[in-house]
């Protein structure tokens, strides 16, 4: 490495000297999320007092990443008052996440089990904390959080995606959910889906480009689902391995079905069933 080139990144310091790092942002997320479930860690030894102490040294803290933070936008202490004062509802829905996954998981033993041990709950919490920073006008944080999820159990949720209550992740490795993705109420999304855009071109960053997902639909493994005008109707069944980009009506079940030609050669078709 030359000179020159070391002088150029230490100028690259100098211009970002209060930028959070991701190190840090993840790291308040671990704390908040232990802190609001008990199961998710152990704080039984703190008393009262302590842990109002730490709840408010955790709003400090997103007080001061947000100073840092150089796209944050009007007041900080605002945002930062508004975002806990929406923790209670953030609570109640990730806890409505936690009753989706565990009535959708014959293998789930109990909702601790769910909280200590499932990906699922951990990207879903993850995308609900910045999802709500992402409301409330920051830019980067959100990102920063749904990432460091993503790397944490392969689940990738975009935080500007819409989802509704009781959603629920089975597996999950490999789930993708496009920034532009709206999610009904009681949808069960199995491993290798993706909720994407049919375009990649950044002047269509601006439009709606990953489907809409409408309530009580179940996406098997491998499904793949493209455009912002594709809508799976609600309390529909998409099977495993399903390419779509068109809309189906509710209560529809699709699957790929096989046919055989000859002895040589196999072709499958695209089953569209009304489910009765």
């Known amino acids: 490495m030359t000179t020159q080139f070391l002088k150029k990144i230490y100028a690259t310091h100098q211009v970002c000297t209060t930028c959070p790092s991701p190190i840090e942002v993840a790291a308040f997320f671990d704390r908040l999320i232990g802190a609001l479930f008990a199961d998710f860690t152990q704080l039984a030894h703190l008393s009262e007092t302590e842990f109002m102490e730490l709840m408010e040294q955790l709003q400090k803290d997103l007080d001061r990443l947000l100073q840092q933070s150089p796209s944050q936008l009007g007041k900080v202490s605002q945002v930062t008052q508004a975002f806990f004062d929406a923790i209670p509802a953030l609570h109640d829905a990730i806890q409505d996440d936690v009753t989706g996954i565990y009535e959708g998981d014959p293998a789930a033993k109990d909702r601790s089990q769910v ?3 499932y990906p699922g709950f951990y990207a879903i919490a993850a995308y609900r904390f910045a ?4 409301l409330l006008g ?13 790397s944490k159990t392969g689940i990738d949720i975009h935080p500007s995606a819409k989802i509704g209550s009781h959603f629920c992740i089975d597996h999950g490795t490999g789930i993708v959910v ?4 709206i999610i009904g109420n009681h949808v069960k999304i199995y491993q290798n889906v993706t ?12 439009i709606k480009r990953h489907p809409t997902i409408e309530d009580h639909v179940i996406i098997y493994s491998g499904a793949t689902i ?22 189906v009506p509710p209560k529809s079940k699709i699957y790929y079905q096989s046919r055989m030609y000859n002895d040589a050669d196999q072709d499958t078709d695209l089953i569209i069933h009304k489910i009765s």
Not at 131 to 134: A, C, D, R
Not at 226 to 247: A, E, F, H, M, P
Request: no cysteine; charged share 20%.
């Open 131 to 134: 999802h709500q920073l992402h």
């Open 115 to 117: 909280i200590r041990s």
């Open 195 to 206: 909720l994407g855009a049919l375009s990649v071109n950044k002047e269509d960053a601006a």
């Open 138 to 150: 920051v830019e980067d944080l959100p990102r920063i959080i749904t990432e460091y999820a993503h």
């Open 178 to 181: 496009g920034a532009t993705t």
């Open 226 to 247: 493209l455009g912002g005008k594709t809508v799976i109707g609600q309390d529909s069944v998409i099977g495993g391995n399903v390419w779509l980009t068109r809309s």
